[in-house]
């Protein structure tokens, strides 16, 4: 499966995710220590990152799995087609897990959901028993577009049913759809098969999970030390080496089920709280309490929607990165260490006087550093 980074390109197969990327905060230094106080950075961020991926979206996740040659498929209607019966994808049913490693799928099988996976079935749909002509004997192969409303239309009610309403759309897991292949339409087979799976933003649906999705946490995280990759300022929400360029960093994972114990905290709530562990991870993170302005960085983070917290997702990363105009700048290196932004060494700003770096966008101006 090749990933796509504009939405020009023909669509990747299977669904893309509607996920946008963290939300900022800017930060400064007084007598020492460091304070994140800017929310309109992290919402002005969040708001370009999300629109623009939304934008790039809106072709990538109408599409369901689809190669000219197809999928191993069966009719579920009549007589299947010679040798492909039992297959993995003709056997599929709900709970079931898949894999492949050929990027036309050909080679999709089952496997223990115990084991590294790319796709959980959560329901078979043969399209037949549905009234009209439209997936009747002869009719045309449908088109990317109509894969996707057929997904939205069957596999987000198949997910809610499968997970008893604990799906949570800003998570981990997004909704999938594998479709017979075009040869085996022709052939007559008009099952669908629905699903969840991990996806990054480029669409790229090859990221391996391990376990059912009911049996985890869907909390959108990833493991200290991950770097994010990026795709015209924006990211990718696909984990890649540090050594290679990237929009943020994660410094650490705070479950904020262990601070609120009753129902969804809001936004202001989850800022405080974030604000302090953030702050308090990336003075050890970094290598030392004044290497965030040193380095001339911003830590931010998410926020997570009562939707979200109802259904178990209480989990948030603390990031570190650097704003831009257009929305991140692309880092190379890990913050642990000596980085580069935008391809040039940082450049501290001083300690006293009146000169102070632009303020990152949407932040409110940096107020000036008094002398020690």
Known sequence: MSSHDVPSQEPAPGAAPRTGPGAATSRRRTSGRIHLPAHKLRWGLLAIAIGAVVAALVTLSISGFRSKHGLEAHDPGGPPPPGRANTAFGTARSGDCLTWSNPKTVDLTKVNCADKHLFEVTADIDLSAYPGREFGPGSRFPDTL??????????????????????????????????????????????????????SATGNPTQQTVGRVRDSDQSRVFEPGTCIGINQSLPTNEPVDCAKPHAYEVMSVVDLGAHFTGGPPGNDDQDKFMQDE???????????????????????????????????????????????????????????????????????????????????????????????
């Open 146 to 199: 109509r894969f996707g409303e057929l997904r939205d239309e069957h596999c987000a009610p198949a997910a809610a049913a499968y997970l008893g309403g604990r799906f949570d759309p800003r998570g981990r897991y997004v909704i999938g759809m594998i479709n017979p292949g075009e040869p085996g339409w022709r052939n007559g087979d008009r099952t669908i098969r629905c699903g969840l799976q991990l996806v």
């Open 278 to 372: 953030c702050a308090r991870v990336a003075g050890d993170y970094l290598g030392g309490q004044d290497a965030l302005i040193n380095k001339t960085l911003t830590i931010f983070w998410d926020n997570l929607d009562a939707r979200s917290w109802l259904v178990g997702s209480h989990k948030l990363n603390c990031l570190v990165g650097k704003g831009s105009q257009q929305g991140f700048s692309t880092i190379t290196g890990s913050a642990k260490g000596d980085i580069m932004i935008d391809g040039q060494a940082p450049v501290p700003p001083p300690s006293s006087g009146r000169s102070t770096p632009a303020p990152l966008p949407g932040a409110a101006p940096a107020p000036v550093p008094q002398p020690r």
